[in-house]
Nanobody, 123 residues
């Protein structure tokens, strides 16, 4: 079992930056691939960034590529999403999720979810 708690959301102006954190508990965190999802009002949830168990592989949605960076520190049971050059369309609730997988999981089931943190980007 893995429990996930996100933090770091807030209100930021367009062009600004935020760093989201995901604190994990549970002994299987380091064996899981991780992903950051977001869901805007009236829209489907989308996967924006994912990282493999060993940190060797990452993948990004086209909408955030070159602006967002996913990382993890297995020793600290932490994951991060650095978000730069934020745009109003990045406004959403952001979720950290874990999948029992060695590799980046871009489709398929994620087994564990956090409660989400709100990111609002003003124009």
């Amino acid at each position: 079992q893995v429990q996930l708690v996100e933090s770091g959301g807030g209100l930021v102006q367009s062009g600004g930056s935020l760093r989201l954190s995901c604190a994990a508990s549970g002994r299987t965190f380091s064996s899981c691939a991780l992903g950051w999802f977001r869901q805007a009002p009236g829209k489907e949830r989308e996967l924006v960034a994912a990282i493999s168990r060993s940190r060797s592989s990452t993948r990004y949605a086209d909408s955030v590529k070159d602006r967002f960076t996913i990382s993890r520190d297995n020793a600290k049971n932490m994951a991060y999403l650095q978000m730069n050059s934020l745009k109003p369309e990045d406004t959403a609730v952001y979720y950290c999720a874990a999948a029992e997988s060695l590799f980046v999981r871009w489709s398929g089931e994620y087994n564990y979810w956090g409660q989400g943190t709100q990111v609002t980007v003003s124009s």
